[in-house]
């Protein structure tokens, strides 16, 4: 049963009050409602947490500034069994909770799920680029290098036993890192990691409006990288993985 299955919604914020109200209207109107939503605010300076706590919302606060330690903040207060994360301008169809219960719900050996970006504002150009180009680019190269799909973090869910697992691992404490991005890296070879791409959400193409925020956004990327090198080399990842299917043991 799907119903047997609770949603935490996580998302974390700042100074986004316009666009976290229009997230959270979306998310009022899902066939299958958040048993909880979770808005992290991060040292917002404008209306956000009035918008919050207008639609109901949980507000948790985190004070240091960074999307990796906001983030974790609001998984570390989520209580469902699956916690779904957006960010506040990510605009979810009216069943993305729904198909993301159902995917748990018929995979008990799911662990991780991650869908699609489909770009708004801007212009078709840039957001053209940032599917298939940003996005696509991610995919190509970051999932042989990890053995699975890297997560995305505006449209992505997990089971909060899996985050229990790895919230003391994750890089938490960096600023310039895509926290997305380091906990694919912390995701372990014996869990499951699911790219949906029918499961997606509508996301503001402004990180790639100018070359300033697409520059911002590219140089956050090796940084990451670097966090897990060389101990998370492709060849070990891929080892690793291919013993926890095969229940080999680790050579040594």
């Given at each position: 049963?799907?119903?047997?299955?609770?949603?935490?919604v996580v998302?974390?914020?700042?100074?986004?009050?316009?666009?976290?109200?229009?997230?959270?209207?979306?998310?009022?109107?899902?066939?299958?409602?958040?048993?909880?939503?979770?808005?992290?605010?991060?040292?917002?300076?404008?209306?956000?947490?009035?918008?919050?706590?207008?639609?109901?919302?949980?507000?948790?606060?985190?004070?240091?500034?960074?999307?990796?330690?906001?983030?974790?903040?609001?998984?570390?207060?989520?209580?469902?069994?699956?916690?779904?994360?957006?960010?506040?301008?990510?605009?979810?169809?009216?069943?993305?909770?729904?198909?993301?219960?159902?995917?748990?719900?018929?995979?008990?050996?799911?662990?991780f799920l991650?869908?699609?970006?489909?770009?708004?504002?801007?212009?078709?150009?840039?957001?053209?680029?940032?599917?298939?180009?940003?996005?696509?680019?991610?995919?190509?190269?970051?999932?042989?290098?990890?053995?699975?799909?890297?997560?995305?973090?505006?449209?992505?869910?997990?089971?909060?036993?899996?985050?229990?697992?790895?919230?003391?691992?994750?890089?938490?404490?960096?600023?310039?890192?895509?926290?997305?991005?380091?906990?694919?890296?912390?995701?372990?070879?014996?869990?499951?990691?699911?790219?949906?791409?029918?499961?997606?959400?509508?996301?503001?193409?402004?990180?790639?409006?100018?070359?300033?925020?697409?520059?911002?956004?590219?140089?956050?990327?090796?940084?990451?990288?670097?966090?897990?090198?060389?101990?998370?080399?492709?060849?070990?990842?891929?080892?690793?993985?291919?013993?926890?299917?095969?229940?080999?043991?680790?050579?040594?």
């Amino acid at each position: 049963m799907t119903d047997a299955l609770s949603v935490s919604v996580v998302i974390p914020v700042r100074n986004d009050a316009r666009l976290l109200e229009v997230c959270l209207r979306a998310l009022d109107q899902q066939t299958r409602r958040a048993d909880e939503v979770i808005v992290v605010d991060n040292g917002s300076t404008d209306d956000t947490v009035t918008v919050a706590l207008r639609y109901g919302t949980r507000v948790v606060s985190e004070p240091v500034p960074g999307i990796p330690q906001a983030a974790s903040a609001g998984y570390d207060a989520a209580s469902g069994d699956i916690i779904a994360r957006l960010d506040a301008d990510s605009r979810p169809g009216p069943d993305w909770i729904e198909r993301i219960v159902e995917r748990f719900a018929y995979r008990p050996d799911l662990d991780f799920l991650t869908g699609d970006p489909r770009f708004y504002g801007s212009n078709p150009l840039v957001r053209w680029m940032g599917e298939h180009l940003y996005i696509g680019g991610m995919y190509a190269v970051l999932t042989p290098f990890l053995g699975h799909a890297p997560l995305f973090g505006s449209n992505m869910a997990m089971r909060t036993d899996a985050w229990r697992m790895l919230s003391g691992e994750v890089h938490r404490d960096e600023q310039n890192i895509h926290d997305d991005f380091d906990l694919s890296f912390h995701v372990r070879p014996d869990m499951t990691v699911l790219r949906d791409r029918g499961i997606v959400v509508d996301v503001s193409a402004r990180p790639f409006q100018d070359w300033a925020s697409l520059r911002r956004r590219l140089s956050f990327v090796l940084p990451t990288v670097r966090l897990h090198l060389p101990q998370e080399a492709p060849h070990r990842r891929r080892q690793a993985r291919r013993r926890a299917r095969t229940g080999s043991p680790a050579a040594g």
